[in-house]
């Protein structure tokens, strides 16, 4: 039982580029979450997804895209990377909202 | 919405000696609370969590926590902290609710552990 999945562990990215982050679970779990970690800022929620086919913004959605392409996956894109995008993301994902989170283990992204 | 206020970014302390880290949070309704630690270069895990009933909370590795809805604190406590508590440890919140549930995270607690 593998819990969420995230690849690829670290990213480096030149400024205008493109990527996608993806992050599989196999839990049979409803709802999946994207955050963004910055030291002294704790976790803030990029977009969420309450069932398949549907999706949310979150606290900071402003650069990034999501999708929920079944209920295992939910992937991340960012379109056109900036510094201010450089960040550890996690996903994780939850059956329903008394139980907690079960997170990845998170992909570190620099963008220069 | 929710805003959650740890008070403390580090914490020192010695081996066996005890500790608590501090939560307060913010909310116009009803909320679940969670406490998550994260080890270096990892993920986050489950600590613990107050949902409904007893406000006193326990986690499996020794610590535990106390809802006091008063003064909307979920402080953590640990009576004799090990050398492998050293990490990071984030206090959350979510609305009472089914279905998703969006976590509120404070900012963390860095918790180091001296021999």
Same mark, same amino acid.
């Given at each position: 039982?593998?819990?969420?999945? %995230?690849?690829?562990?670290?990213?480096?990215?030149?400024?205008?580029?493109?990527?996608?982050?993806?992050?599989?679970?196999?839990?049979?779990?409803?709802?999946?979450?994207?955050?963004?970690?910055?030291?002294?800022?704790?976790?803030?929620?990029?977009?969420?997804?309450?069932? /398949?086919?549907?999706?949310?913004?979150? /606290?900071?959605?402003?650069?990034?895209?999501?999708?929920?392409?079944?209920?295992?996956?939910?992937?991340?894109?960012? /379109?056109?990377?900036?510094?201010? %995008?450089?960040?550890?993301?996690?996903?994780?994902?939850?059956?329903?909202?008394?139980?907690?989170?079960?997170?990845?283990?998170?992909?570190?992204?620099?963008?220069? | 919405?929710?805003?959650?206020?740890?008070?403390?970014?580090?914490?020192?302390?010695?081996?066996?000696?005890?500790?608590?880290?501090?939560?307060?949070?913010?909310?116009?309704?009803?909320?679940?609370?969670?406490?998550?630690?994260?080890?270096?270069?990892?993920?986050?895990?489950?600590?613990?969590?107050?949902?409904?009933?007893?406000?006193?909370?326990?986690?499996?590795?020794?610590?535990?926590?106390?809802?006091?809805?008063?003064?909307?604190?979920? *402080?953590?406590?640990?009576?004799?902290? *090990?050398?492998?508590?050293?990490?990071?440890?984030?206090?959350?919140?979510?609305?009472?609710?089914?279905?998703?549930?969006?976590?509120?995270?404070?900012?963390?607690?860095?918790?180091?552990?001296?021999?």
């Amino acid at each position: 039982n593998a819990g969420v999945t %995230q690849t690829p562990k670290f990213q480096v990215l030149k400024t205008g580029q493109s990527m996608t982050l993806q992050c599989a679970q196999d839990m049979n779990h409803n709802s999946m979450y994207w955050y963004r970690q910055d030291p002294g800022m704790g976790l803030r929620l990029i977009y969420y997804s309450a069932s /398949e086919g549907t999706t949310d913004k979150g /606290e900071v959605p402003n650069g990034y895209n999501v999708s929920r392409l079944n209920k295992r996956e939910f992937s991340l894109r960012l /379109e056109s990377a900036a510094p201010s %995008q450089t960040s550890v993301y996690f996903c994780a994902s939850s059956l329903d909202g008394d139980y907690g989170y079960t997170f990845g283990s998170g992909t570190r992204l620099t963008v220069v | 919405a929710q805003s959650v206020t740890q008070l403390d970014s580090q914490v020192p302390v010695f081996e066996e000696a005890p500790v608590e880290l501090r939560c307060n949070y913010s909310s116009s309704v009803s909320v679940y609370l969670f406490w998550y630690v994260q080890y270096p270069n990892q993920g986050l895990q489950l600590l613990l969590k107050y949902l409904s009933g007893s406000t006193l909370v326990e986690s499996i590795n020794g610590f535990e926590a106390e809802f006091n809805k008063s003064q909307t604190s979920f *402080h953590l406590r640990k009576p004799s902290v *090990h050398i492998s508590d050293t990490a990071e440890y984030f206090c959350a919140v979510s609305e009472v609710g089914r279905g998703a549930q969006k976590l509120v995270f404070g900012q963390g607690t860095r918790l180091t552990i001296n021999p």
